[in-house]
Structure formats: C-alpha cells, structure tokens
C-alpha cells in the first residue's frame, strides 16, 4: 500500500505564493503517477496538475497553467506544488493522489490541506 501526507497549506493574500508538499511513504516503486487535486464545499474535486514519477512529465489544469509548477525529488519521496500569482478562486482543499502502474484510477489520496486566499 501507499501512504500519502500533504502539508504546506494556510492563509496568503491575492497575488502572493504557497507550496504545498506531499510525503509519499510505503510501496512508492510501484507508483506510475501523482497528482494535485482540489475541492470546495459543493463541488466536485478538480484535477490540478499531474507528474510521472519516473519520467518527470507534467500536466496542467488550464486554470493553473503558468502559475503553478508540480515537481518531485524521488529520492526524498516527495511531491510539490508550486503555487504562485494566487486568487481567491484558488481557495480549495488541496489533495495529492497518486495511482500504480496499469491503473486507469488515482488510488491513494492524503488527507488534504487547506488554501484560501483572501482578497
């Protein structure tokens, strides 16, 4: 099994920068991707920005393009999102996901950290 831990939330103003980290800990040789997501009271979660980890290539939400950047150190077993130019329709619970090799589904989800941003 994974385990996945995210940290790094908290209250910033408009315009102003966050980064959020996820601590991945158990099986982590068998995951293929990870992922940020984010959710605000009555919405469905959205997709954020996914990584390979172990090629490294990236995707992005048109919402966050150029603004945020998703990075991972292997060796630390950790993930990063980058979150710059913030707004506050930013302000979500963010969750860092990842899922195994031949698996359509994130399977292993953290217990979310919170954004807001004021403005």
């Known amino acids: 099994q994974v385990q996945l831990i995210e940290s790094g939330g908290g209250l910033v103003q408009a315009g102003g920068s966050l980064r959020l980290s996820c601590v991945v800990s158990?099986?982590?040789?068998?995951?293929?991707?990870m992922a940020w997501f984010r959710q605000t009271p009555g919405k469905e979660r959205e997709f954020v920005a996914a990584?390979?980890?172990?090629?490294?290539?990236?995707w992005y939400a048109d919402s966050v393009e150029g603004r945020f950047t998703i990075s991972r150190d292997n060796a630390e077993n950790t993930m990063y999102l980058q979150m710059t130019g913030l707004k506050p329709t930013d302000t979500a619970v963010y969750y860092c996901?990842?899922?195994?090799?031949?698996?359509?589904?994130?399977?292993?989800w953290g217990q979310g950290t919170q954004v807001t941003v004021s403005s």
């Open positions: 996901a990842s899922r195994r090799f031949s698996r359509n589904a994130y399977e292993f």
């Open positions: 158990g099986r982590t040789s068998s995951i293929d991707m």
């Open positions: 990584i390979s980890r172990t090629v490294g290539s990236t």
